[in-house]
């Protein structure tokens, strides 16, 4: 067998000394130098990959389990906190105020409409208490033309001696002391003839003011007198009497203003609910704007009072711009004074 030739290592690598794990003799030691890196296998490199960081994305994602329903809850209460002091919350919440006022004012307009719609009547509101009546009206009623002097026919008041009291919304209101009164001859107005009621001896008077009472007969045949008190239960007129100044034949009603109370809380307001007799001695009701005929010098207006169980007084207060004055009447029942 021919000789075999040894051959270092150092041979096998031209282009590279010899590492540093063999000796010169040519045997290695136990140890042997790593790869470079561009002699190492492909598979390494692909066997090494990012980690993967799907679980630790995904626990992002879940909220805190620890988290409380306390903590949850104040911070709903932030939200809204925060939203309330936005511009938007500012105005809707003026927006709301603003119609709840206008919705409350007119309420206010509305409901005392529907309490007096059984009466349409057009009346002024004021501060006081007191009915305001208009502060001016035109007299729109034509008297017919007076007649020459040489030619005077007096015009007589209808008198009937006696009279039943207890219709006085569908027959004539005459009592049994009517007066019989003359007109003014050629100028036949308003006021030259008429139906009056004379006022008994204990009427209640105060300045031009007088008023009295007339019991309604519920009886056939029953005999009321004037000035007379009513029964306890038993409906009567109270007759308010004015004295107008001589220059006038006529009177607008709208001057006149006040209220009929009763003890028992009745309240009749003037002259809405209250009558007069035309000419032809016809009950009409006294609206306002509408001209009474001035008779002796007088105007009367008619109230008609449901009975109470218990009768004591009725308080009457009048007030009359043209005549300047503001009154108070008591008329106690059994006994007619003036409450001074």
Do not use: C
Not at 51 to 79: C, M, N, Y
Not at 125 to 149: C, R, Y
Not at 256 to 284: H, N, W
């Amino acid at each position: 067998m021919a000789d075999s030739t040894k051959i270092p290592v150092s041979s096998l690598l031209p282009d590279e000394t010899a590492p540093e794990g063999f000796l010169g003799n040519g045997n290695p030691t136990e140890t042997v130098a790593p790869r470079p890196s561009w002699m190492r296998q492909e598979s390494n490199s692909a066997e090494s990959k990012p980690p993967d960081t799907r679980d630790r994305q995904s626990r992002l994602v879940i909220s805190d389990s620890d988290a409380s329903e306390e903590e949850q809850a104040f911070s709903t209460k932030e939200r809204l906190n925060n939203w309330f002091k936005t511009a938007a919350a500012a105005g809707y919440g003026l927006s709301l105020l603003l119609h709840g006022l206008i919705l409350l004012l007119m309420a206010l307009w509305f409901f005392p409409q529907i309490k007096e719609a059984m009466s349409i009547t057009t009346v002024v509101q004021s501060e006081t208490e007191e009915l305001q009546p208009f502060d001016a009206m035109d007299d729109v009623h034509l008297e017919k033309p007076a007649g020459s002097e040489e030619v005077v026919v007096p015009q007589l008041t209808e008198v009937i001696e006696a009279a039943d009291l207890s219709t006085l919304e569908t027959k004539f209101l005459k009592d049994v002391t009517a007066s019989d009164t003359q007109g003014d001859g050629g100028s036949s107005g308003i006021g030259s003839g008429g139906f009056r009621l004379l006022e008994p001896k204990n009427a209640v008077k105060a300045g031009s003011f007088t008023a009295w009472t007339i019991p309604i007969a519920e009886i056939p045949g029953e005999k009321t007198t004037a000035g007379d008190s009513p029964r306890p239960g038993q409906d009567y007129h109270i007759v308010i009497q004015v004295r107008m100044p001589a220059n006038r034949n006529s009177y607008n009603i709208a001057d006149l203003s006040g209220k009929v109370i009763g003890t028992d809380g009745y309240v009749q307001v003037l002259p809405l609910q209250a009558y007069f007799q035309d000419e032809q001695g016809r009950m009409v009701r006294a609206k306002l704007g509408r001209q009474l005929p001035i008779i002796d010098g007088v105007v009367q207006i008619i109230i008609r009072v449901p009975g109470a169980e218990a009768l004591v007084k009725d308080t009457i207060h009048v007030k009359s711009k043209l005549l300047k004055e503001n009154q108070k009447l008591e008329i106690v029942f059994g006994k007619h004074s003036l409450n001074d």
